[in-house]
């Protein structure tokens, strides 16, 4: 678990990025990723082929890739009825960008720019 001011600096560095996710939903959304074990089987394969297409390398030596795992957290999520804007509502290349600015992935967030330059950010 980071410290408050670990989480800090990583969250600044999301922003720095462009990444539009508030602080807590982010902070969320990276433990949940960390904890959970078993993830919804067609969403990865959506975030490997939305990789794949990218040229993104993704690394599962140690299980799933991160990038996959926190997309797929990203992805389950629901959107609160109080909420007007909410990241369910963004494509799931806008939501797979989202998961490398959080990872702070420059080279894998240019690779999908590239490959999607249709897609707003």
């Given at each position: 678990?980071?410290?408050?001011s670990?989480?800090?600096v990583?969250?600044?560095?999301y ?29 990865i ?8 297409y990218a040229g993104?390398t ?21 959107k609160?009825e ?12 806008r ?5 490398l ?9 240019n690779?999908?720019?590239?490959a999607?330059p249709?897609?707003?950010?």
């Amino acid at each position: 678990m980071q410290s408050q001011s670990e989480e800090g600096v990583m969250y600044d560095g999301y922003q720095k990025l462009g990444g539009i996710i508030n602080e807590k939903d982010c902070i969320s959304a990276l433990e949940r990723a960390e904890k959970t074990a078993v993830f919804n089987e067609s969403l990865i394969r959506q975030a490997e082929n939305i990789a794949k297409y990218a040229g993104i390398t993704l690394d599962n030596s140690d299980g799933i890739d991160p990038k996959v795992k926190l997309y797929a957290v990203l992805r389950a999520d629901n959107k609160p009825e109080d909420v007007k804007d909410h990241r369910s509502q963004m494509s799931d290349q806008r939501l797979f960008a989202e998961a490398l600015r959080m990872l702070e992935d420059v080279g894998s967030l240019n690779k999908m720019i590239a490959a999607y330059p249709n897609i707003s950010f």
